[in-house]
């Protein structure tokens, strides 16, 4: 027995040993070649530093974290830092860049894309994972979103904005767009916590219903409705899209939108989403539909394990369709697509605020989830705003007319009016 300790004991010391070169060969290939701004501090206390004056540094807390330091991917490395192997002392918003450096000099590039694994996407499956994410507690997000918690993507005039201003930017933008007048019927699909129908009856005098699947955003969007005196005109329900046209009936609306709610709705399940919209509008009714896209032309998920880090820990059988599969499903579903637009940029500027405004507020966060739920929300918001930033993945603004009959559109023959 004690012969079987040792030999095990000096066979995890020999890997040890043989990881740590590892890493200090990372270390040397970035001294030679890309020099980073980065210090790793090792278990016994030894310092490696990257080739700059660090900004960064890596405390690992567990010898088998080196691993992670000797063949990192973006994904080990968040993982690593959520379950607490690995502190990060620096801006987040920089650790996250350095990582996909790292992920570069050891070989595993976001480049290198890998084939989807597609999801069932039943209703029990997609209550389950809406809930996950958005059922984290209202004052989490309250620490971090706008005034409003409008949890989507801001726009951004100068880029000077506060995340308030762009909010209702945004806010606005899709009501433009959409074309919104007083007495309209508005359907908001993915409502969240009630910003854009609660800003759409206030502004536009429309009549808005907007329909979600987290409990906790329906019973605050109602609560709000209520206070504002809105629930006239304002309604805010616990129902699944799929289930809306049995509901409501067809043509019941003149406008649907749709913000930051088709990534959970599955590359499979695409065309039954649009189908459905269809039903719910009226012939040359408008959609807008707001989501996140991928960059690669197959709708393959982002490379070095990103995918499968965002899938576990954030967001549950998310799949992200490239803009030209978004666009086939919707033409063939009847709309007429009449404007596209990209809000990449938009959005990286959107989670810069939101990074830095919750690691403002570390203190306040954790009496609201516990450590590794918050570490996990650092690594994704952070990560989230790089990603944008270096167009791993893309944000579009779809706009389209219920064309199912011919003849022309309701729209003017410009796009003027988008923009006044």
């Given at each position: 027995?004690?012969?079987?300790?040792?030999?095990?004991?000096?066979?995890?010391?020999?890997?040890?040993?043989?990881?740590?070169?590892?890493?200090?060969?990372?270390?040397?290939?970035?001294?030679?070649?890309?020099?980073?701004?980065?210090?790793?501090?090792?278990?016994?206390?030894?310092?490696?530093?990257?080739?700059?004056?660090?900004?960064?540094?890596?405390?690992?807390?567990?010898?088998?974290?080196?691993?992670?330091?000797?063949?990192?991917?973006?994904?080990?490395?968040?993982?690593?830092?959520?379950?607490?192997?690995?502190?990060?002392?620096?801006?987040?918003?920089?650790?996250?860049?350095?990582?996909?450096?790292?992920?570069?000099?050891?070989?595993?590039?976001?480049?290198?894309?890998?084939?989807?694994?597609?999801?069932?996407?039943?209703?029990?499956?997609?209550?389950?994972?809406?809930?996950?994410?958005?059922?984290?507690?209202?004052?989490?997000?309250?620490?971090?979103?706008?005034?409003?918690?409008?949890?989507?993507?801001?726009?951004?005039?100068?880029?000077?904005?506060?995340?308030?201003?762009?909010?209702?930017?945004?806010?606005?933008?899709?009501?433009?767009?959409?074309?919104?007048?007083?007495?309209?019927?508005?359907?908001?699909?993915?409502?969240?916590?009630?910003?854009?129908?609660?800003?759409?009856?206030?502004?536009?005098?429309?009549?808005?219903?907007?329909?979600?699947?987290?409990?906790?955003?329906?019973?605050?969007?109602?609560?709000?409705?209520?206070?504002?005196?809105?629930?006239?005109?304002?309604?805010?329900?616990?129902?699944?899209?799929?289930?809306?046209?049995?509901?409501?009936?067809?043509?019941?609306?003149?406008?649907?939108?749709?913000?930051?709610?088709?990534?959970?709705?599955?590359?499979?399940?695409?065309?039954?989403?649009?189908?459905?919209?269809?039903?719910?509008?009226r012939e040359r009714g408008l959609f807008l539909n707001h989501g996140i896209t991928s960059t690669d032309i197959d709708?393959?998920?982002?490379?070095?394990?990103?995918?499968?880090?965002?899938?576990?820990?954030?967001?549950?059988?998310?799949?992200?369709?490239?803009?030209?599969?978004?666009?086939?499903?919707?033409?063939?579903?009847?709309?007429?697509?009449?404007?596209?637009?990209?809000?990449?940029?938009?959005?990286?500027?959107?989670?810069?605020?939101?990074?830095?405004?919750?690691?403002?507020?570390?203190?306040?966060?954790?009496?609201?989830?516990?450590?590794?739920?918050?570490?996990?929300?650092?690594?994704?918001?952070?990560?989230?705003?790089?990603?944008?930033?270096?167009?791993?993945?893309?944000?579009?603004?779809?706009?389209?007319?219920?064309?199912?009959?011919?003849?022309?559109?309701?729209?003017?023959?410009?796009?003027?009016?988008?923009?006044?």
């Amino acid at each position: 027995m004690r012969a079987e300790g040792w030999f095990g004991r000096t066979t995890r010391k020999v890997t040890a040993q043989a990881v740590e070169k590892g890493l200090l060969r990372l270390a040397e290939t970035a001294r030679a070649r890309d020099a980073l701004p980065l210090d790793v501090v090792l278990p016994d206390g030894e310092r490696v530093n990257f080739g700059a004056p660090a900004s960064i540094t890596l405390t690992i807390r567990d010898e088998g974290a080196l691993a992670t330091l000797a063949q990192p991917t973006i994904a080990a490395l968040a993982e690593a830092f959520v379950d607490g192997r690995i502190d990060v002392e620096g801006p987040m918003l920089q650790a996250v860049a350095l990582a996909e450096r790292l992920a570069d000099l050891g070989g595993s590039p976001v480049g290198a894309r890998v084939a989807a694994a597609l999801s069932r996407h039943t209703k029990k499956q997609d209550r389950q994972a809406i809930s996950y994410h958005y059922d984290v507690g209202n004052d989490f997000y309250r620490l971090w979103l706008d005034q409003r918690m409008v949890y989507s993507c801001a726009y951004f005039r100068t880029g000077e904005e506060s995340i308030d201003e762009a909010q209702v930017a945004k806010l606005d933008h899709i009501c433009r767009k959409l074309r919104l007048a007083a007495g309209d019927r508005l359907l908001d699909i993915g409502c969240g916590w009630g910003g854009l129908i609660i800003h759409a009856a206030q502004n536009y005098g429309v009549k808005a219903i907007g329909i979600t699947l987290s409990e906790n955003q329906q019973r605050l969007a109602s609560e709000r409705i209520a206070a504002l005196g809105l629930a006239d005109r304002c309604q805010a329900l616990l129902l699944d899209y799929r289930d809306a046209p049995a509901r409501f009936g067809a043509a019941s609306f003149d406008k649907v939108a749709s913000v930051g709610m088709f990534e959970h709705v599955g590359l499979r399940n695409l065309g039954t989403y649009f189908g459905v919209v269809r039903e719910l509008l009226r012939e040359r009714g408008l959609f807008l539909n707001h989501g996140i896209t991928s960059t690669d032309i197959d709708s393959r998920p982002v490379g070095s394990g990103v995918g499968d880090f965002i899938g576990k820990y954030v967001f549950p059988h998310g799949e992200l369709p490239h803009v030209s599969l978004a666009l086939r499903e919707m033409a063939g579903q009847g709309f007429e697509v009449v404007d596209v637009e990209s809000l990449r940029m938009h959005y990286a500027k959107t989670l810069q605020h939101w990074s830095n405004r919750l690691e403002a507020r570390l203190d306040e966060a954790r009496r609201s989830v516990d450590e590794k739920t918050l570490r996990i929300w650092r690594a994704y918001l952070a990560g989230c705003s790089h990603g944008f930033a270096q167009n791993w993945i893309n944000i579009y603004q779809l706009l389209g007319s219920k064309q199912t009959q011919p003849g022309p559109t309701d729209l003017p023959l410009t796009r003027d009016w988008m923009y006044r």
